[in-house]
């Protein structure tokens, strides 16, 4: 089991930057991979950036350049920080992580972007 433990959402302007911290109760360099996602209000759950075990990344088209997701495997964190954030990026994040078992999810971190 791991639990996983979103911080760092918040209000920002249009234009503004916010970093989101994903605290796990367990090592993930183990983890096969950890994500993040975001649901906005009447739509579904969609992947916005993805590391693998080996460090490699992926992202969403719509954050690419935008975003950067890091991990700090000695702190079992990981971290999306988002520069340039719009309001079509408010939404709830939710933090995953996969091992060989399962997939395991937060309880999510509000992020709001409004003038």
């Known amino acids: 089991q791991v639990q996983l433990v979103e911080s760092g959402g918040g209000l920002v302007q249009p234009g503004g930057s916010l970093r989101l911290s994903c605290a796990a109760s367990k090592s993930i360099s183990s983890m096969n991979a950890m994500g993040w996602y975001r649901q906005a209000p009447g739509k579904q759950r969609e992947l916005v950036a993805r590391?693998?075990?080996?460090?490699?990344?992926g992202y969403a088209d719509s954050v690419k350049g935008r975003f950067t997701i890091s991990r700090d495997n000695a702190k079992n964190t990981l971290y999306l920080q988002m520069n340039s954030l719009k309001p079509e990026d408010a939404a709830d994040y939710y933090c995953?992580?996969?091992?060989?078992?399962?997939?395991?999810w937060g309880q999510g971190t509000q992020v709001t972007v409004s003038s």
């Open positions: 590391i693998l075990r080996g460090g490699s990344t």
């Open positions: 995953n992580a996969e091992d060989i078992w399962r997939s395991y």
